[in-house]
């Protein structure tokens, strides 16, 4: 086999693995990786034009020590910048045990952020809301972002419109504009192939669709591939999704009882495809307090966002391990 030479006519080598063969190796998706390697910078130091990249010993050491720091329950945005100590120094950074409330920021600190926000937020200063939030998911990780920063300061304006009357209803409509853009673009990182997708919907009559767009975006950091349909989605355009993509769960959001479906959720949990000896169904998730205090037999009725997020990477084994939010 011929030798490979650089420019002064040198041999040289392509030690370390591939991007698959390391995410084998750590359990987690090709795409995981590559979202690191582009959101955070641990991805290999060194990497050939026109090559396939290659992880060396110590860009394999990095990574693996992100997994441990996610693994503890620490953000990713924080995790990283432990990890990344190792590319700059070469040592190890510390593990620190199992996540506690101190590791979670101050509430002091959070307040001040939310406050900035809100502010930004009621001068409809778009490229400030923007920046913040921006800020927010770097600093926190997406999750803390979207429950310690986004949703107190949306409930907060929310209740200030409703004792304002129509006063502040072009401020929320800017944040949860600017909310649904950050959470779009995690949404829409790569996936993996060849595995059944989610289906994400939200039930007939249901506007309210931003939770519903948070756990896209989680879903979409873990690189798991889904089918995103929104507000208000028909009975039957939901019947047909599935049918059509044979997903492997189906993710139903009511923020309200009065719109939450039990005939569409049973029917969900009993719908079928494929052919005879091969046919499949999918699991179920039920999402929102619209369906607070109501049980379908089959479904899953989890109480949080890293809950839903923990039951859903567990159906995809073979995608990735288990998340660790707090």
């Known amino acids: 086999m011929d030798d490979k030479r650089d420019g002064n006519g040198?041999?040289?080598?392509?030690?370390?693995?591939?991007?698959?063969?390391l995410a084998r190796r750590l359990g987690v998706s090709p795409t995981t990786l590559r979202t690191w390697d582009r959101r955070y910078g641990l991805g290999p130091a060194q990497r050939a034009e026109g090559h396939h990249r290659r992880w060396s010993p110590q860009d394999v050491a990095v990574v693996e020590e992100m997994c441990r720091l996610t693994a503890t329950g620490l953000p990713p945005a924080e995790a990283a910048r432990l990890a990344g100590k190792r590319q700059d120094s070469g040592?190890?950074?510390t593990v620190p045990g199992p996540r506690r409330p101190t590791?979670?920021?101050?509430?002091?600190?959070?307040?001040?952020?939310?406050?900035?926000?809100?502010?930004?937020?009621?001068?409809?200063?778009?490229?400030?809301?923007?920046?913040?939030?921006?800020?927010a998911v770097?600093?926190?990780?997406?999750?803390?972002?979207?429950?310690?920063?986004?949703?107190?300061?949306?409930?907060?304006?929310?209740?200030?419109?409703?004792?304002?009357?129509?006063?502040?209803?072009?401020?929320?409509?800017?944040?949860?504009c600017q909310v649904s853009r950050v959470l779009h673009r995690s949404a829409l990182a790569p996936s993996a192939a060849g595995v059944p997708p989610l289906v994400l919907a939200c039930v007939p009559a249901e506007q309210h669709c931003l939770?519903?767009?948070?756990?896209?975006?989680?879903?979409?950091?873990?690189?798991?591939?889904?089918?995103?349909?929104?507000?208000?989605?028909?009975?039957?355009?939901?019947?047909?999704?599935?049918?059509?993509?044979g997903p492997r769960v189906v993710v139903l959001w009511a923020q309200a009882r009065s719109t939450a479906s039990m005939p569409l959720a049973r029917h969900l949990t009993?719908?079928?495809?494929?052919?005879?000896?091969?046919?499949?169904?999918?699991a179920v998730l039920l999402g929102g307090p619209g369906w607070a205090g109501r049980t379908v037999r089959g479904a899953l009725r989890p109480s949080t966002l890293p809950e839903a997020l923990t039951g859903i990477a567990r159906l995809y084994p073979e995608l990735t391990a288990a998340p660790a939010h707090a």
């Open 10 to 21: 040198m041999p040289t080598t392509e030690p370390g693995v591939t991007t698959g063969a």
């Open 270 to 282: 009993e719908t079928r495809w494929g052919v005879r000896g091969a046919r499949g169904k999918p």
């Open 91 to 93: 040592r190890t950074a």
């Open 138 to 176: 770097a600093k926190h990780g997406l999750v803390a972002a979207w429950q310690d920063v986004m949703v107190p300061v949306l409930h907060a304006i929310g209740r200030k419109w409703e004792e304002a009357g129509d006063r502040y209803v072009e401020v929320e409509h800017l944040l949860s």
């Open 211 to 245: 939770p519903l767009e948070a756990l896209s975006a989680a879903l979409g950091e873990l690189g798991l591939p889904q089918r995103m349909f929104g507000a208000a989605v028909p009975v039957e355009a939901v019947s047909a999704a599935v049918r059509r993509t």
């Open 103 to 135: 590791a979670r920021p101050s509430e002091a600190t959070l307040e001040r952020e939310r406050r900035g926000l809100a502010r930004a937020a009621t001068r409809l200063d778009m490229a400030a809301v923007a920046e913040l939030l921006d800020q």
